[in-house]
């Protein structure tokens, strides 16, 4: 989660420096806990994981690590996506990691493909799948459609909705008419969790027992997740429209801070660790970022333009 | 017996469809040859639609007031089978509308949530043809190769032929327009000829010519007296030839009007810039046209040596090679020819060729010893690109050089 | 009857072959399980492969999204849109989740969706349309229309071998009208035209059930002493420009026809290509034959009148000549 928090600070810095960064950055700052605690139920190359925007902790949870996150905003032709999609769209699909695209929504029915290819099988075992929403994807006729297709197939996923109250600035009294968005749960016949998206703890516990659920054959598992976004909807929003009283309430609690205290309350760690670990990460953030940007970015004289993996039909190639 | 479709004939040329008037026979009914089916109106008349031999109408497709494409089916006619062969439909298939329908609705297998009815089938009668048939640009007065197409002008290119080469052939396509199969077929036809290879020379004079053609010329001409000219010749040393004189009298001339030698591009006459004068020299196989600088500022004795070496090098074929300044005018002595009139053409970059034809003596009524007495006489023709000039600035000109040729001492 | 076999069930049977081959291939889709299909294309196969054909919720979106997922995991799924009309809303998946699949990550997305398409008299405007110029506008998908029995069969193989999405538009029209001795012998590969009819005075081009229309309006010109090529484009994407070229240079004058509405299209982009690479080669302005620009109506008097027929392309071609 310090990670997380300070790997997109640091993005966010580099593109208010400008230059720097390709495209947009959308950060999930008060969502590490939410994303994190979900990210940490799965094990990279036995689960599927379907990301969404603000799921940096998560996908550092899920195993990526930092270089990848770098690479691809920073434009190196070595990431993942080798400068032909960008940041947060990033994925290694093959790795039962899901490279999202920007219809909200849509990711839900091809993790939902996945388990049930590997149901068919015979290789799904206890592995699950988990993709992430917001408030304002659970609108879509994407996302219903793919819950309602994971209801029906009994597929292990979990999908997480975290409830930060705005998509981009439309508020969620303009999003959907029900009292929780866990309602839907039952609408679905799934089962549904609700939690406070600031706390660690219950999030961890929330997200422990969707996994089991999932595991344990009882089909798809939602977990909503109450929070406020504490950036604007990307570094170029100043998200003018959240009302002051909004982040003075529960809701805007930093949820680092609320896990950072705890558990030295609970004394897992001291102030001075907590201190070291920061070093740690600034050390790794730093150096990496350094390394990265020496790393050649894609040129579209060397770029393969095809868009089929079967050169022979690529049109005007298969003249030879 | 076989059935054949009426079809909308080509009712003249550029007319791609036609409309149905009236229908003047029922379905069903025989009919004799050449009697009317169908009265149809194109935009530019009424006509008739008659059957093309005795036959019986076994189903009308047309419908009035409707608008059909050219060779659009109007009706099915059963004919015999003798008239079938001297119309030549022999042993080609049905046409569409008499096509049978071959599959049985017991043939379809289950299909619970749509029915795929037998009746469906595309070949049933197709009342209109318009408007997804777009019209094509048939390209109007297109008579021969005057319109060339692509895949004829990449032909033509390859074989380094002119659209004037195709003058003499006959157009089959749309407005009477050359096609391919036009073409390629004059081309099998030339294969018969004996052919020899043009000159290089030849070849570029008519190119020349060629792009000379593509305006309005006209040539006006009139008689000139030529023995003051005659005798100033005699006098001079050295001694310019016939056509120098009829150069420097053009030169001065022009010079007092430059507009006439001017050309026409788009909305403006382009005026020369200086009075340079070509002369026509025949040599192997063509003519040169070497060309004299400013000729109105040098007097006619001191253009002599300069005429005659260009006369040397032109026949040696060794002429000074400057395209960025072409004569504005030149001057043709058809006359040593023995010619006494022609029509000379203007080289493609100059709007005037002066003529000079074949002197002799004729008798010239004097009014000054009231009897006939013998003078030298000759034609001079003024070719114009008649876009520039009309006849009278033409005539004007050629006059006034007659008018200079009468006065050599000045030239 | 004996020995035949309709366009119908060269589809099924590929199915059936697909299914028995590959143990990675399953078919999903809207009643397709038990009952069989709309069109009873996957009739029977359920009972004879038990656990491999899916009826799915009518979420046209979510079962593109599930074959996705499910081929990024090795699978060669099947998709069947009950019609090609319904694949608007899977639209979202086809062409921004698996056309983008591997031009993005590098990972294969072989999926094959099956759209039953074109026009049947009394279907209107939600039952009878064809897709194939939308999807062939996307990077990354493969566009097949065949138009035989022997083509229905090989290239739904073929689509299901490939390791790209397919939009596999197989036209309704053909289904129970279209019969052949057998599936045949494969032929030709996807991404190869065909001729269907040798001709030297005009091609026409087309695809899907069109090829036989034009074939019959070529017949109809023999009587008139005209030799008409048709050239049976069998993938509209790849389109096999080199053929179509071939068969302009040979005769001169082109027709493009499509069932399909006419702003752009297939027929645009064939005309669009011989224009700008044979500009040479054509003796005639190119022509296209569209339906209308309107929905598809649904009145069978309506509906004949709104797309291409024998007599339309006839009268195209006489005009062509007539040039």
Redesign the interface.
């Known amino acids: 989660m310090r990670l997380s928090r300070f790997l997109e600070e640091k993005l966010g810095a580099l593109y208010r420096a400008g230059g720097r960064i390709v495209g947009g950055v959308y950060l999930g700052k008060g969502q590490e806990a939410f994303a994190a605690a979900m990210g940490v139920q799965l094990r990279m190359g036995q689960d ?1 994981y379907g990301p969404l925007i603000r799921d940096q902790a998560g996908r550092l949870a899920f195993g990526e690590p930092v270089i990848e996150t770098l690479r691809t905003y920073l434009g190196a032709a070595t990431g ?2 080798k400068g ?2 960008g940041n947060i ?1 990033r ?4 790795d039962g990691y ?2 999202m ?3 909200l929504g ?13 149901r ?2 015979g290789t799904l075992g206890d592995s699950i799948g988990a993709t992430s929403v917001g408030d304002g994807a659970t609108s879509t ?2 996302f219903h ?2 819950m ?2 994971a209801a ?2 009994k597929l292990p996923l979990i999908v997480s909705i975290a409830n930060n109250q705005y998509a981009y600035s439309t508020p969620n009294t303009r999003q959907y008419a029900c009292e929780n968005l866990v309602d839907r749960a039952k609408g679905y016949g799934v089962h549904g969790e609700h939690v406070d998206a600031t706390d660690l703890v219950s999030c961890l516990t929330a997200f422990r027992g969707a996994a089991a659920r999932a595991k344990a054959g009882e089909g798809p598992q939602i977990v909503v997740g109450t929070l406020l976004r504490l950036a604007g909807h990307g570094e170029h929003d100043d998200a003018s429209y959240i009302p002051d009283r909004k982040r003075h309430t529960h809701e805007a609690r930093d949820c680092i801070d609320v896990a950072a205290k705890f558990a030295v309350q609970q004394g897992w760690v001291t102030e001075e660790e907590l201190v070291r670990q920061m070093e740690g990460i600034r050390r790794l953030v730093d150096q990496t970022v350094a390394k990265v940007s020496k790393e050649p970015v894609p040129d579209p004289f060397k770029e393969n333009w ?5 050169s ?4 005007g190639q ?2 030879s | 017996m076989p059935t054949i479709p009426i079809l909308m004939p080509q009712l003249g040329e550029s007319i791609a469809e036609a409309t149905i008037v009236r229908i003047l026979v029922d379905s069903g009914c025989s009919v004799e040859a050449a009697s009317d089916l169908f009265e149809v109106e194109t935009n530019k008349a009424t006509m008739s639609v008659t059957a093309p031999c005795a036959g019986k109408v076994t189903q009308i497709v047309a419908v009035p007031q409707t608008s059909y494409a050219v060779g659009s089916t109007l009706a099915a006619f059963e004919i015999s089978e003798e008239d079938a062969q001297n119309l030549g439909f022999t042993d080609a298939p049905q046409p569409s509308i008499a096509q049978q329908h071959t599959t049985s609705m017991a043939d379809i297998v289950e299909n619970l949530h749509f029915q795929i009815s037998d009746d469906d089938v595309i070949s049933s009668p197709q009342p209109k043809v318009e408007p997804v048939v777009g019209g094509l640009p048939v390209p109007a007065g297109a008579t021969g190769a005057s319109y060339i197409s692509p895949r004829m002008r990449a032909r033509m290119l390859e074989l380094g032929l002119n659209a004037s080469d195709l003058a003499g052939v006959p157009g089959t396509g749309a407005g009477g327009r050359v096609t391919v199969e036009d073409f390629e077929a004059f081309l099998r036809g030339l294969e018969q000829h004996r052919m020899t290879k043009a000159s290089p020379m030849r070849i570029a004079v008519a190119d020349s010519m060629r792009r000379a053609w593509t305006r309005p010329l006209a040539t006006v001409g009139s008689p000139i007296m030529l023995d003051a000219m005659l005798a100033h010749r005699k006098k001079a040393n050295p001694k310019p030839g016939p056509a120098l004189y009829a150069i420097r009298a053009l030169a001065l001339a022009l010079a007092e009007n430059t507009a006439v030698a001017g050309r026409l591009i788009g909305n403006r006459i382009v005026h020369p810039r200086a009075i340079d004068i070509g002369f026509a020299v025949e040599v192997e196989d063509g003519v040169f046209v070497p060309v004299i600088r400013e000729v109105d500022k040098i007097p006619l004795v001191k253009l002599v040596p300069t005429y005659n070496k260009l006369v040397e090098q032109a026949r040696a074929r060794r002429l000074p090679h400057d395209m960025n300044r072409p004569g504005i005018a030149t001057v043709t002595n058809f006359g040593t020819f023995g010619i006494v009139w022609a029509t000379p053409i203007p080289l493609p970059e100059q709007n005037l060729i002066l003529g000079l034809g074949a002197g002799s003596k004729v008798p010239h009524w004097s009014e000054e010893v009231k009897q006939f007495i013998p003078v030298t006489e000759a034609e001079i023709t003024l070719s114009f690109d008649h876009r520039v000039c009309d006849g009278g600035a033409a005539g004007r000109l050629l006059k006034r050089v007659a008018e200079l040729l009468q006065r050599p001492e000045d030239l | 009857m004996s020995g035949s076999i309709t366009y119908l069930e060269a589809i099924r049977e590929a199915q059936y072959d697909a299914l028995r081959n590959d143990p990675a291939v399953f078919l999903y889709g809207q009643d397709i399980n038990t009952f069989g299909g709309a069109f009873k294309a996957t009739k029977n196969l359920g009972k004879e492969f038990p656990g491999r054909v899916f009826d799915s919720p009518i979420s046209e979106d979510a079962m593109v999204g599930l074959a996705i997922g499910a081929a990024i995991e090795g699978a060669r799924p099947i998709v069947e849109m009950q019609f090609a009309d319904f694949s608007s809303i899977g639209f979202n998946q086809i062409v921004n989740q698996a056309a983008t699949l591997y031009w993005r990550t590098e990972t294969h997305c072989p999926v094959t969706i099956r759209l039953p398409s074109g026009g049947t008299a009394g279907s209107g405007p939600f039952h009878s349309q064809s897709m194939e110029a939308i999807y062939a506008h996307y990077p990354g998908l493969v566009i097949v229309t065949p138009a035989t029995v022997e083509d229905a069969y090989w290239m739904l193989l073929d689509s299901v071998a490939l390791n790209d999405p397919v939009i596999y538009c197989e036209h309704k029209f053909l289904y129970y009208h279209l019969k052949s001795e057998s599936t045949g012998e494969r032929s030709l590969p996807i991404g190869k035209a065909r001729i269907a009819r040798p001709g030297r005075h005009a091609t026409v081009v087309t695809y899907s059930a069109m090829v036989h229309d034009a074939i019959r309006a070529a017949e109809e010109l023999q009587l008139d002493g005209y030799q008409i090529e048709v050239v049976d484009l069998r993938s509209v994407k790849p389109m096999d420009t080199d053929t179509i070229l071939g068969s302009v240079a040979r005769t001169g004058r082109l027709l493009a026809v499509g069932e399909a509405f006419p702003w752009g299209g297939v027929t645009a982009e064939v005309i669009s290509r011989v224009a700008s690479e044979g500009f040479h080669l054509l003796d005639a302005p190119p022509m296209r034959l569209n339906a209308k620009d309107t929905p598809i109506p649904y009145h069978p008097n309506l509906w004949k009148a709104h797309r291409p027929t024998v007599s339309s392309i006839a009268g195209a071609l006489r005009s062509l000549l007539r040039y």
């Open positions: 599927i993942p996506m032909r999609d769209h994925g290694r699909p093959r899901m490279a695209i920007s219809h849509s990711l839900l029915s091809v993790v939902a493909g996945a388990l049930f290819a590997r068919l099988k006729g994407a459609e793919g309602n297709l029906v197939e095809q868009a089929l993996s079967t022979e039909l690529v049109e298969n003249a």
